[in-house]
């Protein structure tokens, strides 16, 4: 019951968490203008990468829990702060140009402004003589730049799920189930994203309060309060309850408020 309460928690606190990700990645379709039928190209070698980069991120968070317990706290202090600058930054879009992913793939590599069909590289001619050399496409800057997003995006996300649960197992499943069943509806998603503009602060409140279970459940054994005043854990399925309450009330909100919005892409 605890272990597929926490693998529940998990899956949807990444889920949540995820969706200010696909905003983001239609936002570097957009900039690289990668035409529809394109982009679940990039979006499923963005999967592999995902889960080869999750499960280093997990696996080196699961090593330092293990070794050190008192990362937790770090953790914790850091999803507080996290959260509480979620709630207060004002919204602004990634700028890919400056990207430095995008900077330096243009340094090391010759790129062409040309979307080639589904091609990742392409021959161009080059030099005088018009010498063929193999030049990267728009296609997979875009990809680039999705794994990178997604990388600063397991920043914030993994340590959310160390709060839930220490179990590698849980964790790594956890995120690859949400990644998969996110991107695999990433089309639907994207055109109604921007309707979910309150779920950032439900978010926010998610990860304050990830942040407080963390400090009140170790340091309640580690300070001995458990014995000393019958103090409990919070337990975790009060915790998946709390998580989906609130994505709940800030979907219906967030709903409510752009009613008379048309979805991007309805043709309204």
Do not use: C
Not at 213 to 230: A, C, P, V
Request: glycine share 8%; proline share 4%; hydrophobic share 55%.
């Amino acid at each position: 019951r605890e272990a597929g309460a926490q693998f529940f928690t998990g899956y949807v606190l990444e889920t949540s968490l995820a969706f200010d990700n696909i905003f983001v990645i239609s936002t570097i379709f957009a900039y690289f203008a990668v035409p529809r039928e394109y982009q679940h190209r990039v979006l499923f070698w963005g999967i592999i990468g995902a889960i080869v980069f999750r499960g280093l991120f997990i696996g080196a968070g699961a090593a330092l829990v293990e070794q050190f317990t008192w990362v937790l706290y770090v953790f914790a202090a850091f999803l507080i702060i996290t959260g509480w600058k979620m709630a207060t930054a004002k919204s602004h879009g990634p700028n890919i140009a400056r990207n430095p992913v995008v900077l330096i793939a243009k340094k090391v590599i010759p790129v062409t402004d040309k979307i080639e069909s589904d091609r990742f590289f392409v021959r161009t001619p080059h030099g005088p003589k018009g010498r063929l050399r193999k030049t990267a496409t728009p296609l997979f800057l875009a990809l680039l730049v999705v794994e990178f997003v997604d990388i600063v995006f397991a920043i914030d996300s993994v340590p959310a799920i160390f709060a839930v649960t220490q179990d590698p197992f849980i964790v790594y499943t956890s995120n690859i189930f949400a990644i998969l069943g996110l991107r695999s509806m990433y089309f639907m998603l994207a055109a109604a994203v921007e309707r979910f503009e309150y779920l950032k602060l439900g978010l926010s409140a998610i990860l304050v309060l990830v942040g407080i279970k963390i400090f009140w459940n170790f340091g309640l054994k580690d300070l001995g309060l458990d014995k000393t005043y019958d103090l409990q854990k919070i337990d975790p399925v009060h915790a998946l309850i709390a998580t989906l309450s609130i994505i709940a009330l800030s979907i219906l909100y967030s709903l409510w408020r752009t009613r008379g919005k048309a979805p991007v892409g309805s043709g309204a």
